[in-house]
């Protein structure tokens, strides 16, 4: 059973009088492991491919599954429970709550989620990015790497079975960046977690299994 299955999947929004498709008839399958990139120009519906991935968002035709459950099946209450289980997001801004430590964000979607064992899962996941002792700091204290490498440990701390990641390197140089596409290579490969990750960089792109490309709301043919 695929991880994520998207099947002719269309999203459309208003505006104005208007209807404009986001997304038009995209089939999609992500394996457990599977480290896949989405490409393509501003505005081609990446940002939306991920919302529907995560389950954030509804499609307006087609249907997605999420280890296995039909998104459209669920109501409001139900799709927040499966992203609390099942999706890990990773921003390009890190989206840190600056005024809880390092540890106190991590642990945050276990507390929401009413897990027991926070902080102690928190400091093992802090210690598979190598931040264990950074653990009492707060955001404004940290470079950058290190807060990508924080979010990355909220990310995995309820044990995704998908990680969603919009354009994680963005924010971050060259040597930076790299240590973070060694991690997400781990994720993949010593986790067995399914990565969709929206990206602009081509070293993103070549480490990945394969990669994706929008045009206009649509899968480009390869090639």
Known sequence: MPVLRLEKVSKEYAEGSQRVAALEDVS??????????VVGRSGCGKSTLLHLAGAMDLPTSGRVWITGVATSQLDDAGLVRLRRVAVGHIFQSFELLPT???????????????RAGARARALECLGWVELAELAGRMPHQLSGGQMQRVAIARALVH????????????????????????LLRRISSERGTAILMATHSLELIAAAHRSIRLRDGRIAPEG
Do not use: Q
């Open 100 to 114: 809880l430590t390092v540890a106190e964000n991590v642990e945050l979607p276990l507390l929401l989620a009413g």
């Open 159 to 182: 044990g995704p079975k998908l990680l969603l990641a919009d354009e994680p390197t963005g924010n971050l140089d060259t040597v930076t960046s790299n240590v973070i596409l060694a």
């Open 28 to 37: 999609l399958e992500l394996d457990e492991g599977e480290f896949v990139t």
